[in-house]
C-alpha cells in the first residue's frame, strides 16, 4: 500500500513549473495590494492571493510527500531544497500582506469583514498580530532567511535518523531493521529484545552526540530571538499565540498534568506487579500478554472503519476513501521518515497518510489516529485556504477522537482477563500523550531557560535534564537505565516545532471532554462534532469548541480529564 504520487503531479520538473506560475502571480497580486486602501478591492485581492497560496500547496504537498517516502534520493532531496527557496519567497509575501494590512485602521478591516464574514477570523488574526508584526523589512529578512534556519536546521537531525540501520538477531535470524522498526521492539515481547534494541538505537544517537548538540542548541537560540523579536513574554508563549490559547491556559495543562503523575505511577506499579518483574524504560510499553498479536493491515482496514461507520455513515465513507484511492503510505522502508503523518497543505488536494506499519494493535490506533486527521482534512476542505487549517491545539482533535472511536468498539466486544488487558493497553497511550508528551513540554521549558541564562548546552547537560523531567514523572517505579537519558535526541518535535508537544495533552484531554459529550448525547453531537471539523480554522478555538459545550478556560476543565484516565486505570488495577 503505497502512493502513487503521479496523480498530483506527473514529475518533478511539472510540479516545479507550477509552483513558479503561482509564484510570479502571487507578486503581482501582492504589488497591488501594497498600495490599495479600499475595502472592495482588498477583499478581492485578498482572495486572489488566497487563491494562488493555495495553488502553490500543491506542489509543496507533492515534494514533501515525495522526500518522505525517499530522503535518500537525490531528486528528491533536491526538490525539497528548491521548493524551500520558493516558499521562503512565498512567506516573503505573506508578510508584506500582513504588514500592509496591520497598518490599515479598525474602520477598513472591519469593512473587509462586512462585505465578507467568512474573512472575520482572518482578520481578527491582523489585529491580534499587530503587537507581534515587525516591519516591512524586517518582516522580509525573517522570511527569506528561512531556508537557512532552525526548519533547515533541524532537517539535518531527520536526515541523521532516517539514515540509521541496525543488524540485530531476531528469531534466530540477523536482521536490517530500521529506526522505527527498532523503535516498535519495545512493544516486543522479549524483554531482553526491547531493552537491547532501544539501548543500541539510544546509543546511536549518542554517537553523533557533537551534531545533535549543535543542531538543537542552535534551534533554540533562533526560536528564543524570534520570540524576542516579536515582543513574546515567553520562547513558550509564541507558540500559544499560534495555537490561539492563552499562556495561563497552557499553564494550567502542565500544572494539573504534573499534579496528577501519581495517576502514572499506580499503574506502572501494577504493571510491575503483574508482570512479576522490575521494568525499566524500555518496558512500559512491553505488552501485558506473552504473545504478541499481529494484525494483517485487512484485519486492521475492518477494524478501523467498522468504528468510523458505527459513528456515523459520511465519516466512515470518507476514512475508506483513503484505501480505495490508495491515499495511504503504510509500511516502514530504508530512506523512509519515520513516525506517522497526515498531510493537507491545500484544499485543492485531499489528504494523505504516512505511517510505519508494524502489525500490532498500537499500529492499528496510529492509523485510526491519522486517518482521524484526514476525516478532519477531507471536512474543512469545504473553507477557504486561510479557514481550512487549525492551530495545534484543535488540529489532534480528530485524530485522538478517531483513537477513542476504535478503542470503545474493540471494548465493547471483550471482557473478564481480556476487556482489562486490552484497557490497559490505551491507557498506556493515554500516557503517551498525556504524561509523556507534559514532560517533554517541562524539558522544552527548562531547556530554553537554561540556554537562556549559560548561552549553550552540552550534551551531558542536556542529559541531565531530561533525566530529571524522566526522574519526576516516573518517580522509583521504574528504572531508568544511563543509556535511556539520550532518549531527548530521538524525539523529532523538538528539532522541527519547538513547544509542538503539549498539543497532543491539549487534545487528548478535550477529546476526553467531548467523547464524554458524544457518550450522553449521541446522534445531537454528532452533528455538532462533524459540523465542527468542517468549520477547520475558520473561527477561533474558543468560539469552535463553544459550539460542542467546552470551555477550556474553566478552572476545573483539564483536572476532570484526569479524573476519567484514573477511573481507567482503577477499573484496571483493583
Known amino acids: 500500500m503505497r502512493w502513487d504520487l503521479s496523480k498530483i503531479f506527473p514529475d518533478d520538473a ?39 497560496v493555495d ?42 500582506v500582513q504588514v500592509h494590512l496591520s497598518n490599515l485602521s479598525d474602520a477598513v478591516l472591519k469593512a473587509i469583514v462586512q462585505l465578507d464574514p467568512n474573512y472575520e477570523h482572518y482578520i481578527e488574526r491582523v489585529i491580534l498580530e499587530r503587537n507581534h508584526t515587525l516591519s516591512k523589512d524586517a518582516e522580509r529578512i525573517l522570511a527569506l532567511t528561512s ?62 552526540a557533537i551534531a545533535i548538540t549543535e543542531i538543537y542548541n542552535l534551534i533554540i537560540k533562533d526560536y528564543a530571538l524570534e520570540s524576542k523579536l516579536r515582543n513574546f513574554k515567553r520562547p513558550i508563549s509564541m507558540m500559544n499565540f499560534h495555537n490561539e490559547v492563552s499562556d495561563e491556559v497552557v499553564d494550567k495543562l502542565v500544572e494539573t498534568t504534573n499534579k496528577n503523575a501519581e495517576i502514572l505511577r499506580k499503574y506502572y506499579r501494577w504493571k510491575s506487579a503483574y508482570m512479576n518483574e522490575r521494568l525499566t ?34 465519516a466512515g465513507e470518507l476514512v475508506q476513501r483513503f484505501f480505495e484511492e490508495e491515499r495511504i503510505e503504510l509500511y516502514p522502508r530504508y530512506g523512509k521518515v519515520s513516525g506517522a503523518y497526515c498531510i493537507y497543505l491545500s484544499t485543492k488536494l485531499p489528504p494523505y497518510v504516512l505511517t510505519n506499519y508494524n502489525g500490532d494493535m498500537y499500529d492499528i490506533m496510529t492509523l485510526a489516529h491519522e486517518l482521524g486527521h484526514g476525516l478532519h482534512g477531507e471536512l474543512s476542505r469545504s473553507q477557504t485556504y486561510f479557514n481550512h487549517d487549525t492551530p495545534l491545539t484543535l488540529a489532534e482533535l480528530a485524530s485522538v477522537f478517531g483513537e477513542f472511536l476504535v478503542f470503545d468498539k474493540l471494548r465493547k466486544t471483550l471482557d473478564g482477563e481480556e476487556r482489562k488487558l486490552f484497557t490497559a493497553s490505551k491507557i498506556e497511550e493515554i500516557f503517551a500523550t498525556t504524561f509523556r508528551q507534559n514532560m517533554f513540554t517541562m ?29 519526576e514523572l516516573f518517580g522509583d517505579v521504574v528504572d531508568i537505565p544511563e543509556w535511556y537519558r539520550n532518549e531527548w535526541a ?36 454528532i452533528d455538532k462534532y462533524l459540523e465542527l471539523l468542517s468549520y477547520g480554522g475558520k473561527y477561533s478555538p474558543e468560539k469552535l469548541l463553544a459550539r460542542v459545550g467546552i470551555d477550556i478556560a474553566k478552572e476545573t476543565f483539564w483536572q476532570e480529564a484526569f479524573d476519567f484516565i484514573d477511573e481507567l486505570v482503577n477499573e484496571v488495577v483493583d
Open 443 to 471: 524539558f522544552e521549558i527548562r531547556v530554553f531557560d537554561e540556554i537562556e541564562r549559560q548561552g549553550y548546552l552540552s550534551w551531558e547537560e542536556l542529559k541531565d535534564i531530561y533525566y530529571q523531567v524522566l526522574l
Open 281 to 314: 524504560l524500555a518496558d512500559v510499553y512491553a505488552p501485558l500478554k506473552p504473545v504478541k498479536r499481529k494484525f494483517e493491515i485487512e484485519q486492521a482496514k475492518e477494524i478501523i472503519l467498522d468504528a468510523y461507520y458505527s459513528f456515523n455513515k459520511k
Open 147 to 208: 531556508t537557512t534556519r532552525r526548519s533547515a536546521i533541524a532537517k539535518i537531525h531527520s536526515r541523521l535518523e532516517s539514515s540509521y540501520t541496525f543488524e540485530l538477531e531476531i528469531d534466530g535470524q540477523i536482521q536490517k531493521l530500521t529506526t522505527e522498526q527498532m523503535k516498535a521492539l519495545r512493544r516486543s515481547p522479549d524483554g531482553n529484545l526491547r531493552k537491547l534494541g532501544m539501548k543500541m538505537l539510544l546509543e546511536r544517537f549518542a554517537s553523533d
Open 490 to 525: 530521538m524525539v523529532s518535535h523538538f528539532f522541527e516545532t519547538p513547544f509542538y508537544v503539549y498539543a497532543y495533552n491539549f487534545a487528548n484531554c478535550l477529546v476526553i471532554a467531548l467523547y464524554k459529550k458524544y457518550l450522553s448525547e449521541g446522534q445531537t453531537f
Open 14 to 52: 511539472l510540479a516545479l513549473e507550477h509552483a513558479n506560475v503561482q509564484l510570479n502571480r502571487l507578486k503581482d497580486f501582492v504589488s497591488k495590494l501594497e498600495s490599495e486602501h479600499e475595502p472592495e478591492k482588498l477583499l478581492e485581492l485578498i482572495k486572489l492571493i488566497e487563491d494562488t
Open 55 to 96: 495553488e502553490f500547496g500543491k506542489t509543496s504537498q507533492y515534494t514533501w510527500m515525495r522526500y518522505s517516502i525517499s530522503t535518500d534520493d537525490q531528486g528528491a532531496q533536491k526538490l525539497l531544497g528548491t521548493m524551500e527557496k520558493l516558499w521562503s519567497q512565498v512567506s516573503e509575501q505573506l508578510a508584506v
